[in-house]
């Protein structure tokens, strides 16, 4: 299932969590691909040196590039810019995939278009507008950027919906068929209210009042059930104090009858995980974790018990039971099938689930370290950074600081295959270097400066 879009608007250029460009000299910017080699999981990988590819085009300290498995080569998208203003930036406006995983859409601020741009790097498609995302129904939504301002904007097929109700601020969710969108509205103080509107006929069909958000960083992304009736939100402490407050958790918002049902904590994990297309999600009741059925309200089974003072971190068909007081040596936790209902054995350390279909991967914090845990690896891999998984689960990328390391999983031992790196590029505080990997798991797609 596609993830719903989430637009920030003008608003989150002024956040501090938001990143930016300086006017510096261009960064000195290689692509290398390293040779194939054996190595082991507990120790770093010995690297032959290898030949420096040809250095990509870049403007400043911006660039986006596709790199392709098959033939392990690196295709920069972005040809040489002069302007000052340049692509951009801000947090949530980052190049995508298209749910095909053959396109990547790239927004430019100093223009005020959008380009997409085919796996080989040429451009296939503009648009006026900012951050460009598609459903799999082919339903397109985006910023127009107006000379009156930016609108809202969602184009199904010939049709184009100009939807200037829902506002420049905050998030916008298209659901999966393009037929809806969600947004949140200003409300009383740190508050605010979630709405779902139908695209055609602008007619509000559900809403949540009182709604508390993050600070931080303007809320979690809005994310819909695989037929688009559910919308997940999460409502924070209102206000940020209140920590008794009995609203605060995650929410589905029944766009057909409007009401709203409570099925976890907040801190649910990195995505929710729907069980399947008849409205069953995985969540919480008590000390339970429970399949829910949304439409009735009723437990369909029982898959785990949560211990006192533990919680669960949920990603796609794989979840987490940590218990933070069960072993004086720290958190130890157990992971689960979701399918299945299995229930792994106790690891020492915290885990966290990768949402990658049915395979059962993690990563663990155990000591100060973090590992990547895979049953086809012998051993548990040490890395540092962010890690993303091809969906064949043989495949991983490893981004940290300046660099993107790719490896390929061979006679169960991770084997480095290429390298992609930007000694000179500038830090903000966190990983500028963004991966996903599209979802045939055929190409891999890097955004470096984009203020993450």
């Known amino acids: 299932m596609r993830r719903a879009l989430a637009l920030a608007l003008v608003a989150a250029l002024l956040v501090a969590c938001d990143g930016g460009n300086e006017n510096r000299a261009t960064p000195s910017m290689t692509a290398t691909v390293a040779a194939t080699e054996s190595v082991s999981a507990t120790r770093e990988p010995t690297r032959t040196p290898a030949p420096t590819a040809t250095r990509p085009p870049v403007f400043r300290d911006q660039q986006v590039v596709v790199f392709e498995l098959a033939t392990r080569e690196f295709t920069p998208l972005l040809p ?9 930036f801000a947090y949530r406006f980052l190049p995508q995939f298209t749910p095909d995983g053959e396109h990547v859409w790239v927004a430019e601020r100093s223009s005020g278009t959008a380009h997409r741009y085919n796996l080989t790097g040429e451009v296939t498609d503009s648009l006026r507008g900012f951050v460009i995302d598609e459903t799999e129904s082919g ?6 950027t107006t000379s009156e ?3 809202p904007t969602v184009r199904d097929g010939n049709e184009v919906y100009a939807l200037p109700e829902v506002g420049n601020r905050g998030l ?5 068929d393009g037929s809806k969108v969600a947004y949140w509205t200003d409300g009383p103080g740190e508050a605010v209210t979630v709405e779902v509107m139908e695209v055609a006929t602008r007619e509000v069909l559900a809403r949540a009042e009182e709604v508390g958000l993050c600070q931080c960083d303007g809320g979690r992304d809005f994310e819909w059930s695989p037929s688009g009736r559910f919308l997940v939100y999460s409502d924070v402490h209102s206000p940020l104090d209140n920590l008794d407050d009995p609203e605060a958790g995650m929410f589905a918002l029944d766009t057909v009858t409007g009401a709203r049902t409570f099925f976890a904590p907040r801190g649910w994990g990195s995505a929710v995980s729907w069980i399947s297309e008849d409205e069953h999600i995985l969540g919480q009741q008590g000390n339970r974790l429970v399949e829910l059925d949304l439409v009735t309200g009723e437990v369909v089974r029982e898959i785990g018990t949560i211990p006192p003072g533990g919680y669960v971190r949920s990603a796609g068909r794989t979840a987490a039971i940590v218990d933070l007081e069960g072993d004086p040596l720290g958190p130890r936790t157990r992971s689960v ?3 299945s209902g299995t229930i792994g054995s106790d690891q020492l350390g915290e885990l966290r689930p990768i949402p990658v279909g049915d395979a059962v991967l993690s990563t663990l ?6 590992y990547f845990l895979n049953p086809l690896l012998d051993e548990r891999f040490p890395f540092s950074g962010d890690i993303r998984v091809a969906p064949d689960a043989r495949h991983f ?9 790719i490896y390929a999983i061979e006679s169960r031992r991770p084997v480095e295959i290429a390298v992609y790196e930007d000694a000179e590029l500038h830090q903000w505080g966190i990983t500028p270097i963004a991966v996903e990997w599209n979802t045939q798991g055929t190409h891999l797609l890097i955004s470096v400066g984009f203020g993450l």
């Open 149 to 151: 301002g930016w609108v």
């Open 337 to 339: 099938s979701i399918s």
């Open 365 to 370: 914090e155990l000591d100060g370290s973090t």
């Open 80 to 88: 040489p810019h002069t302007d000052e203003e340049g692509l951009y």
């Open 172 to 176: 916008i969710g298209i659901a999966p």
């Open 397 to 405: 990328a490893v981004s940290e600081g300046t660099s993107v390391r």
């Open 139 to 144: 339903a397109l939504a985006y910023m127009d």
